[in-house]
């Protein structure tokens, strides 16, 4: 399936498959976007949570998981409080700003090609 981003230019199947092997789906695909769309940015888990509207708890395991594949850096600053940027260094990190270069349609149709991919037919 090939679907447009905001500047008419086609997405690569490259990022649905990115999309599937990593199951970026639901949250973690909101997390992404969030992301994408504050790639320079630190935040900590507050912020997010409530940017996100999610319960800190729940975004943490998100970050975790991020973390664990390298993508998130974590930060601690003098106070002890966690603060969490986009690892642009990373090889994936292209693939979320592409992410976020997309429209809200192609979003929508983006994650529904990859929900639809994941269920066995």
């Not at 997405?11 to 969030?34: P, W, Y």
């Not at 729940?58 to 966690?82: F, P, W």
Request: with cysteine; charged share 25%; aromatic share 8%.
């Amino acid at each position: 399936m090939v679907i447009s981003n905001c500047y008419g230019e086609m997405v690569h199947e490259d990022l649905i498959s990115f999309l599937k092997e990593n199951e970026f789906t639901g949250l973690r695909l909101r997390l992404l976007l969030f992301w994408g769309r504050h790639p320079q940015a630190k935040f900590n888990l507050d912020c997010m949570a409530h940017a996100l509207d999610i319960t800190r708890h729940h975004l943490r395991e998100l970050m975790q998981e991020l973390i664990d594949k390298g993508m998130v850096n974590e930060q601690y600053c003098t106070s002890g409080i966690a603060h969490y940027s986009l690892n642009y260094e990373h090889a994936l990190s292209m693939q979320i700003q592409h992410l976020a270069e997309l429209d809200w349609s192609a979003i929508k149709n983006l994650e529904l090609e990859v929900e639809r991919e994941a269920v066995p037919a």
